[in-house]
């Protein structure tokens, strides 16, 4: 038998590799910008005609190239960044495969002139689809200027296959800001079919962002700094007021490198997140510094994707100085209960012994206490009173008394001016608050509870797991054995262990300890229905919506007896949320009622 295998000829392997390179005419924007970065240019101008499928053309001042360093800075493989495999780990360039010219010259018309400050001549080179069609010397300024003409001219599918020129200019607009946004001390413009896209001139980071999305924008942004022993952070976010509809402006940078992460995206918004409505997403701007080392930047080079040494503290740095911004701001508002300063607090008058009211009616009047609990200045004979609510609130006067239960509560009286709580209908608890009364939904306010509980767990708490004496087989189909493989990890992070996971059944053998035994099968069948129903398109999503999934299964239903503490623990902690006032699914979860509301009822 001969042998069969061969090396691919150069031009080849360069159009494969072209094919992981450039996917589109914003890559070559990408590459060639980033280029120009790396030759520490000052001034880069980007040309592009029919959004980059007739024209992409990169001018710098940067340091420019000798004949041979042209020459050879098409060749694969061909970098001046990295010498040795350790220098991938301190990495101070954009560039360091060495692959994105030679990749561009496979698929495209390539003319380079390029010329050092110290050399009289540049040089000047024609590259066809990887065929060298001259070189020769010229006159030219210092720098280098590529220009890449027919983009996949030699592979049909590819060229067919880009989409509407609307739609490759976004794609260009987007790598552009990307990049600018990261390099304001360089002034870089663009223009498309001749006419000026952006003119950007050196500045600082305030000025290059208003110059790119206007000057509206410079009231908006709230400035962010911090520094600690792994990482800085610097940059901007925008007041909530300006949360867009789209996911648009959100900006990450690592060492200068834009990047995305669902996971660090998630904890800017849930910094922001009782300062928002559902459906908007925040504006920012975010500069992270961290040592080359800590991070792993060697992926795919289209990618934006980044890994972290220490992700989890990643989060809570950024998130915690987030939101320490927007509060130094005051942009943050004060917890849902506006105080009412001429109000007392029964906390309050417990310090206050010199200044017992006079008033003959109590505010704080509640019908349900016992002799012993009643306050000292209550007027009236409670006895009656029962009766008296139910006149106006329609409930019979029975059932309150089975179900209201008082709770004295003064670790609360930041939120409940009033410490006594009641459940009414088995389903909402109320209490007296300084500005009138509050009603609290209690499945929905314990969802909203759990959920926090549990995305604590997963983002930065190891997830509290209980042991099961007998481990537990439950049967799946395939398919979700299928998904249960997959989110096997996140399932852990809530406290989900297994034994092992078999082609039709899984063998569970710790559980959430907020969970009891006979609840698991419901639970994760409810959550793989969730996940599936929910496609997430990033891994945090994916443990955002099992949070809001086992939330939804656990949370305490309505037409549940509360005991005191029951509700004393419902209340507590739902107005230490982040977000007390919805529910993980946007609902609320306490409506308020004013004094004012009341008293018009009244006519007084
Ligand atoms: P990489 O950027 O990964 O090194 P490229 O294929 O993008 O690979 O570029 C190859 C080499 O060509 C670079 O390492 C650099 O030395 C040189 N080069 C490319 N563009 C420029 C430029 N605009 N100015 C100066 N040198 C450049
Ligand atoms: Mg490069």
Not at 552 to 565: E, H, M, N, V
Not at 569 to 585: A, D
Request: contains cysteine; glycine residues 4%; charged residues 25%.
């Amino acid at each position: 038998m001969p042998d069969i295998i061969q090396l691919l000829p150069d031009h080849v392997a360069n159009q494969i590799a072209a094919g992981e390179v450039v996917q589109r005419p914003a890559s070559v924007v990408k590459e060639l910008l980033e280029n120009a970065i790396d030759a520490e240019a000052t001034n880069i101008k980007l040309i592009i005609k029919e959004a980059g499928k007739i024209l992409i053309q990169v001018i710098d001042n940067g340091k420019g190239m000798s004949n041979t360093d042209a020459r050879l800075s098409f060749e694969r493989h061909a970098t001046s960044k990295i010498k040795k495999a350790e220098d991938l780990f301190n990495l101070h360039t954009k560039g360091f495969r060495g692959e994105a010219l030679a990749s561009i010259a496979a698929i495209a018309h390539v003319d380079l002139k390029s010329k050092q400050e110290k050399s009289e001549l540049g040089t000047h080179i024609k590259i066809e689809g990887s065929t060298l069609i001259f070189q020769e010397n010229i006159s030219t300024s210092k720098g280098t200027s590529v220009s890449v003409k027919n983009l996949f001219y030699n592979i049909p599918a590819r060229r067919n296959f880009l989409k509407s020129n609307s739609i490759e200019t976004r794609h260009i607009i987007n790598e552009f800001q990307r990049i600018v946004l990261a390099h304001p001390a360089i002034s870089f413009s663009f223009y498309h079919n001749q006419s000026e896209v952006y003119n950007l001139s050196a500045g600082n980071l305030r000025q290059r962002i208003v110059a790119v999305f206007g000057k509206k924008t410079n009231e908006k942004l709230v400035p962010i700094h911090e520094i600690t022993d792994i990482l800085e952070i610097k940059g901007f976010v925008a007041k909530p007021e300006f949360a867009k509809k789209k996911r648009g402006e959100q900006f990450f940078f690592v060492n200068n490198r834009f990047i995305k992460n669902a996971y660090l995206n998630h904890a800017v918004t849930s910094a922001f997140e009782s300062l928002l409505s559902n459906g908007y997403f925040p504006t920012y701007f975010l500069y992270l510094t961290v040592p080359t080392k800590s991070i792993d930047i060697n992926i795919h080079p289209t990618k934006t994707e980044i890994k972290f040494e220490d992700e989890k503290t990643l989060y809570a740095i950024l998130r915690a100085t987030i939101k320490h911004s927007l509060g130094q701001y005051n942009v943050a508002p004060v917890l849902d209960f506006r105080r009412d300063a001429s109000m007392d607090t029964p906390y309050e008058f417990k310090n206050k012994k010199s200044e017992t009211p006079k008033v003959a009616v109590n505010p704080d009047f509640n019908p349900f206490k016992s002799d012993k609990q009643k306050a000292i200045h209550f007027p009236y004979k409670q006895e009656k009173m029962p009766e008296w609510e139910s006149l106006y609130t329609g409930i019979n006067t029975k059932n309150i008394e089975v179900e209201a239960e008082i709770i004295e509560n003064s670790l609360f009286s930041d939120a409940i001016s009033n410490s006594k709580t009641y459940q009414i209908h088995k389903k909402y608890i109320i209490s007296s608050i300084k500005s009138g009364v509050v009603y609290i939904h209690q499945n929905l306010a314990h969802q909203r509870i759990l959920y926090e509980e549990f995305l604590e767990n997963i983002t930065v708490k190891e997830a509290m797991s209980q042991q099961l004496l007998f481990p537990l087989e439950i049967s799946f189909n395939k398919e979700d054995i299928k998904l249960i493989k997959e989110i096997k990890d996140d399932l852990k992070s809530v406290g989900f262990l297994f034994d092992k996971i078999l082609t039709n059944s899984i063998v569970v053998n710790g559980i959430p300890v907020t969970i009891t035994e006979s609840q698991i099968t419901i639970i994760i069948e409810q959550l793989l229905e969730d996940i599936k129903n929910d496609i997430p398109d990033a891994s945090f999503s994916q443990l955002d919506i099992m949070a809001k999934s086992l939330a939804k299964s656990l949370a305490i239903k309505t037409g549940t007896k509360l005991d005191l503490k029951e509700q004393e623990e419902i209340v507590n902690k739902l107005f230490v949320c982040k977000q007390p006032n919805l529910s993980p699914f946007g609902k609320t979860t306490f409506i308020t009622i004013n004094i004012d509301e009341i008293d018009k009822k009244f006519n007084t």
